[in-house]
């Protein structure tokens, strides 16, 4: 179900922490996209307007710098807000659900409707008892100051009506807006060995720790994990790979703002997480015809697919090859064997039945256009 506000909305104001790369905000400045093309006026607020992201802020928008790092020190001035004279308010992920509650607590009726997106898992897993008690009723308080939900799938939206406790009609299914079309360039001076290619930001839920782990104990040798991203968690995965003695076969190049170069030359894209909500590398990746290796850490029930001549479609190779890698993640563990050996070994059947790429593989086409990509002619 589309949300169709009524009347439509004409000024739609939205905000950032920072535009430092996340997933998060990145989906959001494609809404942004979205609306400025269908006549909306748009009004960004943000933290700071610094970070890579920044080259992807839409021409068009109104953006207003709050000069705020910290998430707590996210707090739009009432008066601001006042004067913006917005009739929807956007909350582009759930960890900024408390400004909007700044917002609802200093304006009252004022404020408008709120719109916020379900951006991940409402529950995350492995939490002390105390934390998910708490967390529980913060997210009973949500349905007190939100006016509508956005999930990005069916498991999302069925997810978010039993842990909030609404009717469904407020909760909307929209998936995630793909990217613009744009022509694919290979990155510089990749290594020619098989890569494993990681997209996120260096954090704790994202458990990279997991692949740099894997790696010494893979059976190639030769395959190197590149991870692109940034975050509080690069000092300790850097010492984990000091530790092990990885330097040349585990990079951390940084933040990548078009990682589509990586995933096509990639052996397979990695996950890793604990938990997540609608993982867009892994769409991306199966547009480009990569395999996925995942733990089980996403709500998203649906099988990906591309768009093209009204019709969804994918690559039969690609199909065949993501099964054979689901095969390799439920093929038994070796009796006695440490978790640590069970996961590269999965990891190392996956990789051997992922395959190396060639020319001819991937998405039709078509499809690879639907997904925001134009692959680069050699």
Not at 2 to 15: E, G, K, N, S
Not at 221 to 249: C, F, H, K, M, T
Request: some cysteine; charged content about 20%; glycine content about 8%.
């Amino acid at each position: 179900m589309m949300l169709r506000p009524d009347p439509p909305a004409q000024h739609i104001v939205t905000f950032a922490q920072t535009l430092a790369g996340g997933g998060v905000e990145q989906a959001m400045l494609r809404l942004v996209d979205g609306w400025l093309d269908a006549g909306r006026r748009v009004t960004i607020l943000l933290g700071t307007s610094e970070g890579p992201l920044a080259a992807q802020l839409p021409p068009g928008a109104e953006v207003i710098e709050l000069g705020a790092r910290a998430l707590p020190a996210l707090r739009v001035p009432p008066r601001l807000f006042r004067a913006l004279g917005a009739d929807l308010l956007f909350c582009p992920g759930n960890h900024y659900t408390s400004s909007v509650l700044w917002l609802r607590l200093m304006l009252g009726r004022a404020l408008p409707p709120v719109v916020a997106k379900i951006s991940n898992a409402l529950l995350p897993p492995h939490r002390p008892a105390p934390m998910a008690a708490a967390h529980r009723l913060w997210l009973a308080r949500l349905p007190g100051f939100i006016d509508q939900f956005v999930a990005m799938t069916a498991a999302m939206r069925d997810e978010a009506v039993a842990l909030l406790a609404v009717a469904p009609q407020r909760v909307s299914m929209i998936p995630n807006p793909p990217a613009r079309p744009r022509v694919v360039r290979l990155p510089p001076r990749l290594p020619k060995a098989p890569l494993l290619v990681g997209v996120g930001r260096l954090e704790p839920q994202k458990r990279w720790d997991r692949l740099i782990a894997a790696i010494p104990r893979l059976a190639d040798q030769a395959a190197i994990a590149v991870i692109l991203g940034e975050g509080a968690s690069r000092p300790a995965l850097e010492a984990q790979v000091r530790a092990l003695g990885l330097g040349a076969r585990v990079l951390l190049p940084g933040y990548d703002p078009e990682p589509t170069g990586y995933l096509r030359r990639a052996r397979a894209a990695v996950l890793t997480s604990d938990y997540e909500g609608a993982p867009n590398v892994l769409r991306e990746a199966l547009a480009l015809g990569t395999p996925v290796i995942a733990t089980d850490c996403a709500r998203d029930r649906q099988r990906p697919a591309a768009r093209h001549g009204g019709a969804a479609r994918r690559s039969r190779r690609a199909r065949r090859r993501a099964r054979r890698v689901a095969f390799a993640r439920r093929a038994p563990p070796a009796p006695g064997a440490a978790p640590g050996d069970r996961r590269a070994a999965a990891l190392s059947r996956a990789v051997r039945s992922a395959g190396r790429r060639t020319a001819g593989d991937g998405m039709t086409r078509g499809a690879s256009t639907a997904a925001g990509i134009t692959p680069r002619k050699h």
